[in-house]
């Protein structure tokens, strides 16, 4: 019981002696009335309400977030250099990110990030497949990095202590403190978000602001040219006045979109680079807020699987690319307009393949800073925002991640049973 979250340990308490749920018993009476009671994620969450209409808690979430990457930029970099000089000691040349589902995406984020900023090698490798498919690395040399934003999902908890007893060193990102997944990681960079309710939305953009920073400050260490580092350093104060900023100025065109396109069966994603994780984490955000299939796509994987399934009722979304990457991005869009589907483009640098791609778009939606490797951490807001809004459009709650159905929250149950998420 003392390993349960706190979330957890909570409910049992109100059931002394009650059936403890198990894998092949996941949801017994007792926790079936209190799921049908107060939906799953707000009991999750520990929320501290639960609302019915908008503006739902999560839109709350989603505001916030300018001001935690304000606080992380001033105070955070002390405690990053430690960590950059520690790696750098112990003469770390790979890094073995892990998580699942944002989390997940976020080692996608993670292993670009570094390989570019911190010449290391790197490889991105869901929680599950770690565990029973560890890739050959030399201990000495490799730095295994979990991302948990609750700390608790089983598989993260499991890849640690797998990295662990193969001799590893281990490092869990976090969002809050004192966690199964720190206990079993042997540093850890914790921001607390305390996010109120749904679907990850903080706690990603911190932690894709912390290991960026980390990334940069690694670099330095190892002698990576400072006219790539430099750049990077530089914009990375800017992120939080570029999120201000969208959501101030477009969320109204958000909303108008959301409502536009809220009868669409589907959505499509094409990033390219750093951005093929804003695609993935975007897709997700919609998926769990608008309760909507969505897909993601590299530029090249659009142009040789999407073409048959694009459709006037299937909208598709092209995130700008740096240079000549962008020429393909654009070509996404283009063969999009010819299939008769919705096209959208969002664009980060103001420039000129900034306004290439919008020529091709029928709605296009700036968001800066000007650095492409930067401009991830408020891209997420943009498809957080599209979610929530088209989940609202759809008469959705989109704190809830449809755990206010029943059969939804009992598959939620099923997949995790009480106290392994």
């Known amino acids: 019981m003392d390993k349960l979250p ?4 909570q409910l049992m308490e109100r059931h002394p002696g009650a059936e403890i749920p198990t894998r092949e018993h996941p949801i017994p009476d007792w926790l079936g009335q209190e799921a049908a009671r107060r939906p799953l994620w707000y009991t999750i969450r520990e929320a501290s309400e639960v609302r019915t209409e908008h503006p739902f808690l999560l839109h709350d979430e989603i505001h916030k977030q300018p001001r935690q990457w304000t606080d992380i930029v001033e105070h955070y970099a002390e405690r990053v250099d430690r960590l950059a000089d520690d790696l750098h000691a112990k003469g770390i040349d790979r890094i073995i990110f892990t998580g699942c589902g944002s989390a997940f995406f976020t080692d996608i984020h993670g292993a670009f990030v570094f390989e570019r900023l911190a010449g290391l090698r790197t490889d991105a490798v869901e929680s599950y497949e770690l565990v029973h498919y560890f890739p ?3 201990p000495a040399r490799t730095l295994v990095v979990g991302h948990s934003g609750t700390g608790g999902s089983i598989e993260t908890v499991q890849a640690m202590q797998a990295a662990d007893e193969r001799g590893f060193a281990t490092l869990a990102i976090t969002n809050t403190e004192d966690t199964p997944v720190t206990r079993a990681s042997q540093q ?7 996010q109120g309710t749904g679907p990850c939305t903080s706690v990603i953009s911190t932690r894709v602001l912390l290991q960026t920073m980390l990334a940069v400050a690694l670099g330095r260490r190892r002698g990576v040219d400072d006219d790539l580092l430099d750049p ?5 104060p800017e992120a939080a006045a570029a999120g201000r900023d969208f959501l101030e100025q477009q969320e109204g065109t958000i909303r108008d979109l959301a409502l536009r396109y ?25 998926e769990e807020q608008a309760i909507l299939v969505a897909k993601a ?26 240079g000549a990457a962008n020429e393909r991005v654009v070509d996404a869009l ?3 307009r010819e299939a008769h589907a919705p096209t959208i483009a969002v664009t980060w640098s103001g420039g000129s393949t900034a306004r290439e791609l919008a020529a091709h778009a029928d709605v296009s939606i700036p968001v800066g800073p000007a650095s492409e490797l930067v401009s991830v951490v408020p891209m997420t807001v943009v498809f957080q925002l599209l979610g929530y809004h088209l989940g609202v459009a759809r008469g959705f709650n989109p704190d809830t991640l449809r755990t206010d159905h029943e059969p939804n929250a009992r598959a939620w149950l099923t997949a995790f049973p009480l106290g392994t998420h």
């Open 232 to 236: 990077v350093a530089e914009a990375l």
């Open 334 to 336: 283009r063969a999009a």
């Open 262 to 286: 809220a009868d669409a069966t589907s959505w499509m994603l094409v990033g390219s680079g750093p951005h093929y994780y804003s695609a993935r984490e975007g897709v997700l955000k919609i």
């Open 6 to 9: 706190r979330w957890a340990t």
């Open 297 to 322: 796509y590299r530029t090249g994987d659009f142009h040789h699987d999407a073409l048959s399934v694009l459709a006037p009722e299937r909208p598709v979304v092209a995130i700008e690319a740096e």
């Open 188 to 194: 850890s960079l914790t921001y607390v978000t305390s």
């Open 136 to 138: 050959p690395a030399d």
